[in-house]
């Protein structure tokens, strides 16, 4: 067993292992298209095909119904029209493997053995549940991929890269934007010991300027750039509808129909009430709360801080979908190697969040299909969703131990 | 001249008693032709099957077209529906976008031209299965659990290229709609007065209760609130100075 994980992940063998394993489900889930009722491809991959057709026909991609995206993704796939149907599949399995380097590429750069890396990676690479998700046609490895480029150039102090990747992951889904805070506080000038000795307000104007300094500058003033370009490019190509579909909606999306988020019913039942402002902020403010703090409490551990404030992001959300779990799942490989948990207790977690799932699952799965009233059952399984995530991050937080840990022991 | 003339009055009179019999066999068809309507599948994904039973030798250049009202509770598919082009052979045109994400009181119904067969012959037995979508609706407050949408049987709508005076299958309507399903050009069809009453059909979707919700919303903050404050102490205990 031991021999074949080695073999299994060895460098060359692993990565094109997992393409060769992606691009097979590729062609089978052509297949089952052709010749199945059930469809292998995902709807969204059909609403960007169809957006990218009315590219192609010179007209606004936002003319397809549900095409809540950047117009730089119907672009990219207008390949799609003049080639091949497969060419955005292909995309999204490159970009996939891609992640999956790049996430090696951290971890080696974090200070672990190539083998230890390697295995990690593996986590991502020979997942059944990412190879699906890429080969389904969903284009959430592309921002996986730029999520990680700007992690590794943040890594690697290259700074101006890191700031380009940031400022298009920005663009292409508003996420990201949470990051800002602890990249802020990672890029600012580090207090000296004297400082710390001010008093009150001095101390406090002593952290604002810290906040001015050249790399936070250059940083903010490359992705704001980027940002900034892309928006009045498109803005100028598509005008109001771009910025409404893209960004607004998702600002305000309420969706009212039933998904994991905890806040479903809530906003559900109080649609058109006139307190429907106030909660949706009531909502708003315990995932705010806990994007400070996590900010505050890891910006030194930048990959571990992502990751919490993806999952915080996506757990206390008004809406919550399974393809948003890709968002902090690409990220949870950087963190494995530093928690202190063992196998037994990893596993336990994993099943947990699965059984969470699960619970969901069934009594939507009778709302939808089998038109019961199980309202009130999705209901409560969505707040224990809610628990479970709150565990787990609570056990990860728990038990994670930061590099300069190992560090300070070895000096010891 | 008298002999041309004769052939001529015999012609014209030849002509308009084939009219007259197009025209005959069209009303008979409206007349006789039951339409029933049944509703398969659960939940909030249905098929509403739509059978039209014509007289078994259906001649030839008749042309059926269903018009069917849906109320604002559900909705159709357009991206389904085109999809699923190539395994009917029936085809749909639609008068105008549909919303798939907005709850029904805040849209409204809509109208849908099924054409059997466009490109052939009309069969006897016209069978059109259309996938449906329930609609989110407001929650209840006096305790019910489902709502009723309901739905009635579609128009039956004939034209004949062979029978030009449409007006004379009195005592039923001409009225206009597109000839084809392309919407290129609109055509006069002859409709029923009277509708039969085939029992309409009905879709019972559920709806969220809305006497429950101070509970709801009670609980709701209270477990976010309590996580958020465990999440926070932990997160501040082991945080990496």
Redesign the interface.
């Known amino acids: 067993m031991e021999r074949l994980i080695t073999k299994l992940t060895e460098k060359q063998v692993l990565f094109t292992a997992s393409f060769a394993v992606r691009l097979a489900l590729v062609a089978y889930g052509d297949h089952q298209d052709r010749t199945m009722v059930v469809k292998y491809t995902d709807i969204d991959y059909h609403v960007f095909t169809d957006a990218a057709r009315f590219i192609t026909e010179g007209e606004s991609p936002y003319n397809r119904s549900t095409y809540r995206y950047t117009p730089l993704l119907a672009w990219m796939l207008t390949p799609n029209i003049y080639l091949s149907m497969v060419f955005g599949k292909i995309l999204f399995i490159v970009c996939d493997v891609l992640s999956g380097l790049l996430i090696y590429r951290i971890l080696r750069l974090r200070g672990l053995g190539s083998e230890t890396a390697r295995r990690v990676c593996s986590l991502w690479l020979l997942n059944p549940l990412t190879m699906g998700v890429s080969s389904r046609g969903n284009a959430e490895s592309i921002l996986a991929a730029l999520v990680l480029g700007t992690l590794l150039c943040m890594e690697a102090r290259h700074l101006m890269w890191a700031a380009i990747l940031y400022g298009l992951s920005v663009h292409m889904k508003i996420y990201p934007i949470t990051y800002a805070l602890p990249i802020a506080l990672t890029l600012r000038t580090p207090e000296t010991r004297s400082e710390e000795e001010r008093k009150r307000w001095r101390s406090f104007i002593g952290f604002i300027g810290s906040f001015f300094n050249r790399e936070l500058l250059l940083f903010a003033s490359v992705a704001g750039g980027v940002f900034c370009m892309l928006t009045a490019f498109f803005y100028y190509m598509y005008g109001w509808e771009f910025l409404h579909e893209t960004y607004l909606y998702h600002l305000t999306r309420r969706d009212i129909r039933h998904n994991f988020s905890p806040y479903f019913y809530m906003l559900y039942l109080t649609a058109d009430s006139r307190w429907s402002q106030w909660l949706g902020l009531a909502a708003f403010l315990p995932q705010l709360i806990l994007l400070l703090v996590a900010s505050w409490a890891f910006h030194s551990d930048l990959a571990f801080c992502c990751f919490l404030h993806t999952a915080i992001f996506v757990s206390f959300n008004k809406v919550c979908t399974s393809q948003y779990f890709l968002w902090y799942l690409c990220l949870l490989p950087l963190v494995i190697p530093h928690l202190s948990l063992s196998l037994k207790q990893g596993v336990g977690l994993l099943l947990l969040w699965f059984a969470g799932q699960g619970i969901w699952l069934c009594p939507a799965y009778f709302l939808e299909f089998e038109g019961y009233n199980t309202f009130l059952l999705i209901w409560l399984a969505g707040l224990l969703f809610m628990i479970i995530n709150s565990s787990i991050l609570i056990q990860i937080v728990a038990h994670y131990k930061p590099t300069q840990t190992a560090q300070r022991l070895k000096v010891e | 001249i008298k002999q041309i003339n004769h052939t001529c009055i015999i012609t014209v009179i030849m002509k308009r008693s084939n009219n007259e019999d197009h025209c005959g066999l069209l009303k008979q068809l409206l007349e006789s032709s039951p339409v029933s309507v049944e509703i398969n599948k659960?939940?909030?994904?249905r098929e509403l099957v739509t059978t039209v039973e014509l007289i078994p030798d259906v001649p030839s250049g008749v042309r059926v077209l269903l018009v069917q009202r849906w109320p604002r509770g559900v909705y159709l598919d357009p991206?389904q529906l085109a999809?699923l082009s190539d395994q009917r052979d029936w085809q749909i045109l639609l008068d105008s976008?549909i919303?798939?994400?907005v709850?029904a009181?805040k849209t409204s119904g809509f109208v849908t031209y099924v054409y059997p067969t466009p490109d052939g012959p009309t069969p006897s037995l016209v069978k059109v299965t259309i996938p449906v979508h329930g609609r989110?609706h407001?929650?209840s407050f006096d305790g019910k659990?489902?709502t009723s949408v309901d739905i009635e049987p579609p128009e039956l709508l004939l034209r004949t290229e062979k029978c030009a005076q449409l007006n004379n299958l009195e005592p039923h309507i001409v009225v206009d709609a597109p000839c084809t399903p392309d919407n290129s050009s609109t055509c006069p069809w002859v409709k029923l007065l009277h509708q039969q009453e085939q029992g309409s059909g009905g879709f019972?979707?559920?709806?969220?209760?809305?006497s429950?919700?101070t509970p709801?919303?009670g609980?709701?903050?209270l477990?976010?609130?309590i996580?958020?404050v465990?999440?926070?102490k932990?997160?501040?205990e082991?945080?990496?100075?």
């Open positions: 659960k939940g909030f994904h991206y999809s976008g919303d798939l994400e709850p009181h989110y407001e929650p659990t489902f019972q979707f559920p709806v969220g209760d809305g429950l919700v709801v919303c609980g709701t903050l477990v976010t609130m996580c958020c465990a999440l926070s932990y997160m501040w082991h945080r990496i100075i």
